[in-house]
């Protein structure tokens, strides 16, 4: 009979640590490691996109995230019930599951997972001097974009909500053509440049019509003198832009064999 009652002692004990054993489990840091939108998942780091949440003891949390150039750090306290922690930042709550060395979120079906351990920064492919304007001949396609330092690939557009949005370009000696649609709601809109090579770069002087000059002008913004084309290490170019003050790169691939150019 004593037996039994010191096992039922131990056990109770046991149980009693339970939850301060799995509270120590979660102090510390965790970052946003995997971020599944609308059935595709994603590295948050890939797309210029970082979040950390610290767990600190007496239930106090902070949490600070980066993102398009815009960083935000904010307080909040949590608090432990089984595997389900609540979070509370600002009078709002929200619940995560701890379990298996991972604490995952799930919100309007966006489903986040933190881990302990940093993501890697990914860095992007760099680009590269041209040897001649030659080397930007020929037809390219709209393969990723690049928005105030977020990188989306076309294959993740429909999962971030980007729907419409198509670019083409067309490169030929001092002539540049494309067709480029920002949006559902935005259209195609079509333009001839003329180009000049310059520091292993196009360069294509940017001219606006006086009405829309007017128009930013009233909104403070202003434009580049040039867009330029750069080569990319990979192969890929990039097209950089400005639309209504906000910067913006165009990675294009080929999807023909350059263009042939008349004799000299």
């Keep these: 009979m004593k037996k039994l009652i010191s096992l039922i002692l131990i056990l109770c004990m046991a149980c009693m640590l339970i939850p301060a054993m799995a509270e120590d489990d979660i102090l510390g840091t965790w970052y946003l490691n995997e971020l599944t939108l609308n059935g595709t998942t994603v590295s948050p780091a890939s797309v210029g996109m970082t979040m950390s949440y610290t767990f600190k003891e ?7 995230g980066e993102m398009m150039g815009e960083s935000n750090s904010t307080t909040g306290t949590w608090s432990l019930d089984g595997s389900t922690i609540t979070m509370t930042i600002e009078g709002s ?7 298996d060395g991972k ?11 933190l881990t302990k351990d940093a993501p890697e920064v990914q860095e992007k492919a760099k680009t590269v001097a041209a040897d001649s304007e030659e080397a930007f001949f020929g037809s390219w396609t709209l393969n990723a974009m690049d928005v105030m330092g977020m990188y989306v690939d076309k294959a993740q557009f429909e999962s971030f909500g980007l729907t419409g949005y198509e670019a083409t370009m067309t490169v030929e000696a001092g002539k540049v053509h494309t067709v480029i649609a920002m949006g559902e709601t935005m259209g195609e809109t079509a333009t001839d440049y003329t180009s000049k090579f310059e520091d292993g770069k196009l360069l294509l002087p940017v001219e606006l019509p006086e009405d829309q000059a007017k128009m930013l002008e009233s909104l403070g913004l202003t ?3 040039f867009y330029t084309i750069e080569l990319v290490e990979d192969g890929s170019v990039l097209f950089s832009m ?3 003050g906000m910067q913006m790169g165009l990675y294009l691939v080929k999807t023909d064999a350059a263009a042939e150019q008349p004799a000299a």
Excluded: H, N, R, Y
């Design 223 to 225: 434009m580049p003198e």
């Design 93 to 99: 709550s929200q619940t995560a599951t701890f379990a």
């Design 242 to 244: 400005e639309v209504m």
């Design 103 to 113: 604490i995952t979120m799930e919100d309007q079906g966006q489903v986040g997972t």
């Design 58 to 64: 007496g239930g106090e949390l902070e949490v600070k």
